[in-house]
């Protein structure tokens, strides 16, 4: 159960900051639905929705975004393992 818990308020948590960043910014919601795929899902599933609903213009963005946000996050991710981890 407690991984329900986090897995819900993490989708909660994305889906909230999605709609501010898709306010402040003034995206359409294609715009914010294919970068919400590329957060969570990454470069080939976002590519494969924009594909799919007809949003071709958004495939390479969606790709060089997702990309972009794996290689932020293993980065980080590694680091912070590093410093967690102790000596």
Do not use: K
């Not at 003034?26 to 639905?33: Q, T």
């Not at 590519?47 to 071709?56: D, K, N, P």
């Amino acid at each position: 159960m407690p991984a329900f818990a986090l897995a819900g308020t993490a989708l909660a948590v994305h889906a909230v900051g999605l709609a501010a960043a898709a306010r402040l910014a003034g995206w359409s919601r294609d715009d914010a639905l294919v970068a919400s795929n590329a957060c969570i899902g990454g470069p080939s599933t976002a590519a494969a929705f924009a594909q799919a609903a007809g949003l071709e213009s958004r495939v390479l963005p969606a790709v060089a975004f997702g990309t972009a946000g794996y290689a932020a996050g293993t980065g980080l991710g590694v680091s912070l393992y590093g410093a967690l981890r102790g000596p």
